[in-house]
């Protein structure tokens, strides 16, 4: 059961981590359309939180059923996991409330939709890389 769902919870990352890649795609291909930049971050927004919802199920039955301690790299994937939830759901609620036919806003809102998805994959790129190191013994965690 644990081993099950850690593989599962890898898995997901790794979906997770393609799918945010892929979601750079929006704001580019949108670029002339406010209304499809609109409703492509809503499918975007459903998508990213019902994959991280997986992600922190997983986790928690590996947690759990593993009769885990709550070590440091849990609480760090906790952290991270809630910062990313934080981020996405702000970012929506001001794609979801701007105007989007001024011009100016729609610029506006695409760079932020970009940086934020950097932001968003360093985030789960740094957790991959502190997981790799720790599992190589380089890093106690
Ligand atoms: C509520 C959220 C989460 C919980 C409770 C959780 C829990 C866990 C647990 C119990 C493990 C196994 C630990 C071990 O083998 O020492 C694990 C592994 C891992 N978690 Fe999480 N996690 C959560 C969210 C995340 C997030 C958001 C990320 C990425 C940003 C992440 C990345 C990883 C990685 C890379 C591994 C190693 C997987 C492997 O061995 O292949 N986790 N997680």
Do not use: C
Request: positive net charge; aromatic residues 8%.
């Amino acid at each position: 059961m644990v081993a099950e769902m850690i593989v599962a919870h890898s898995i997901l990352i790794k979906v997770f981590l393609a799918f945010l890649v892929g979601g750079m795609l929006i704001p580019m291909m949108t670029a002339k359309n406010p209304l499809g930049f609109r409703k492509a971050s809503f499918i975007y927004t459903m998508t990213f939180q019902g994959i991280a919802t997986m992600v922190a199920f997983t986790g928690l039955i590996a947690m759990v059923s593993g009769e885990m301690e709550l070590s440091l790299s849990i609480i760090l994937m906790i952290v991270i996991w809630a910062l990313l939830m934080y981020i996405e759901i702000r970012k929506y609620k001001l794609i979801k409330m701007a105007r989007l036919d001024n011009p100016e806003t729609h610029t506006l809102l695409k760079g932020a939709f970009l940086k934020i998805g950097i932001l968003q994959i360093l985030l789960v790129a740094i957790m991959v890389v502190l997981m790799v190191l720790k599992a190589k013994g380089i890093v106690a965690l």
